[in-house]
């Protein structure tokens, strides 16, 4: 039997994942959670095979959480359900440990399919997530620029785009404001924009997170 975990902050969605797990025979949705830290306290505690794993919670979250998980629980398979595009954040996942990134969009069987691919050890990647990680490995492609910021870069970005400001991202991430500055002005950098409006267009231009 597959012990699942399902890990959302919105009580409808772990319900609604629980219903369409139900009607299988070979696997029991054994507990949930609503943010990072209880996935954490979740895993320490208890045995999971797979952790359906939202990309967005309060606190910690993420490409952090996923890098948490697999510290502590190398051997736990992490299948990522979000309501984030596949370009957006699977890359990242899938390098950081995770085994297999859905939409939320995504048919039940595809989630059910998904979930016993990686519980037996695979990967779940669609077509053109294989066709991008194919790309990715492709030495002389020259890559977008905001595919050469890290993992604490990209996700500042985000919280940038939403509208939070470098105290509110500090808050969040747990780290002092001038250290959001400087991965802020890193960032910019990289991403040859001086201001915050050029930013802002930047990511909205590219469909960055939508």
Not at 150 to 159: A, G, I, K, N
Not at 161 to 172: F, L, Y
Not at 180 to 199: C, D, P, Q, Y
């Amino acid at each position: 039997m597959i012990r699942i975990l399902i890990a959302d902050d919105h009580a409808i969605v772990r319900e609604g994942l629980k219903q369409v797990l139900s009607a299988t025979t070979d696997m029991v949705v054994a507990g949930e959670a609503a943010d990072g830290q209880e996935v954490l306290d979740r895993i320490r505690h208890d045995h999971w095979d797979v952790v359906v794993l939202d990309m967005t919670m309060p606190g910690l979250c993420g490409i952090d959480l996923i890098k948490r998980i697999k510290d502590e629980r190398p051997e736990l398979r992490v299948l990522v359900l979000s309501m984030h595009k596949e370009d957006q954040f699977a890359i990242r996942a899938l390098k950081v440990g995770a085994s297999g990134y859905l939409t939320k969009g995504s048919a039940p069987e595809l989630l059910i399919s998904a979930i016993r691919r990686v519980a037996a050890g695979g990967k779940h990647i669609s077509r053109v997530l294989a066709e991008k990680l194919a790309y990715e490995l492709d030495p002389f492609t020259e890559k977008p620029l905001h595919e050469t910021l890290s993992d604490r870069e990209h996700q500042v970005l985000r919280l940038l785009v939403d509208g939070e400001s470098i105290n509110q991202i500090a808050s969040e991430l747990s780290l002092s404001p001038n250290t959001i500055s400087t991965h802020k002005h890193r960032l910019m950098r990289k991403l040859n924009v001086g201001s915050n409006a050029e930013l802002i267009q930047y990511a909205l231009s590219r469909q960055l997170f939508q």
